[in-house]
């Protein structure tokens, strides 16, 4: 599976983005999708999952009543829509396939293949 995540960019507090990450590959329907974000200086973290169906969503408390994952299979895209962005938001993202298809992994070891990043930068 190869990913490619766009549609990051510079939005003041408060604004939105809405990410995607094309998948290639036959298999792309049965992954788990994940996103990952890391801020300079930090450890990649977990932002939210979906599951290989769509129907199961996680998302970390940081993000929680913000963040919205969701996924088309019928165009191998998955979304992060972000809402009311802070400051503390901003960080390279990351889209992330999991073979692991019973729970939404949380961790970055449970995901076998990442995108490039794209940057999301929320100004105060």
């Known amino acids: 599976v190869q990913l490619q995540a766009s549609g990051g960019g510079l939005v003041q507090a408060g604004g939105s983005l809405r990410l995607s990450c094309a998948a290639s590959?036959?298999?792309?329907?049965?992954?788990?999708m994940g996103w990952f974000r890391q801020a300079p200086g930090k450890e990649r973290e977990f932002v939210a999952a979906?599951?290989?169906?769509?129907?199961?969503?996680y998302l970390s408390d940081s993000v929680k009543g913000r963040f919205t994952i969701s996924r088309d299979n019928a165009k191998n895209t998955v979304y992060l829509q972000m809402n009311s962005l802070k400051p503390g938001d901003t960080a390279v993202y990351y889209c992330?396939?999991?073979?692991?298809?019973?729970?939404?992994?949380?961790?970055?070891?449970?995901?076998?293949?990442w995108g490039q990043g794209t940057q999301v930068t929320v100004s105060s």
């Open positions: 992330a396939a999991s073979s692991t298809i019973f729970r939404l992994g949380t961790v970055v070891s449970e995901y076998d293949y």
């Open positions: 590959g036959r298999t792309y329907s049965t992954y788990t």
């Open positions: 979906v599951s290989w169906k769509g129907g199961r969503t």
